[in-house]
């Protein structure tokens, strides 16, 4: 899957993997207060959880809105990604709402070798995902 940089560069997701636990959390629009406080608590929880486990945001705003959002929200140690030029994103993870363009709220957890462990899709977009659940996939995979 191709992305795009907050910097209007290109971004693939295998490029995070590289032998580090990746936690891809989809979202509408991190301008939304739910996604809002899901990035920051994700952004909170990346702290503690050691360099070896890399958290990507993906959504469908702009490169310029995603960057916009890291900086008031200073948030530096998590990476957003856009979906907005192809979607593949979206439709490769089934994240894409096509009726309104935006992504659904998901969170996919996967291992150091690129294999996806752990799915989350959230069944009503205004809730957070169960960050209980998430954090345990990701420690059980820092514990082997």
Not at 14 to 35: A, E, H, R, Y
Not at 75 to 89: A, E, P, R
């Amino acid at each position: 899957v191709e992305l795009t940089d907050n910097n209007m560069g290109s971004a693939k997701l295998s490029s995070f993997n590289k032998g580090n636990i990746v936690v891809i959390s989809s979202v509408p629009s991190l301008d939304t207060p739910v996604c809002d406080l899901e990035t920051k608590r994700f952004s909170e929880e990346a702290k503690k959880l050691g360099d070896n486990v890399k958290i990507v945001t993906v959504s469908m705003d702009l490169p310029f809105a995603q960057s916009r959002w890291c900086v008031a929200s200073h948030v530096d140690n998590i990476k957003t990604l856009s979906d907005y030029k192809n979607k593949d994103f979206g439709k490769t993870y089934g994240t894409l709402i096509k009726e309104l363009q935006l992504l659904s709220r998901a969170v996919f957890v996967i291992d150091p070798n690129g294999t996806i462990k752990y799915v989350q899709y959230v069944k009503e977009v205004t809730e957070q995902p169960n960050f209980n659940e998430i954090l345990t996939q990701i420690k059980a995979l820092t514990n082997k």
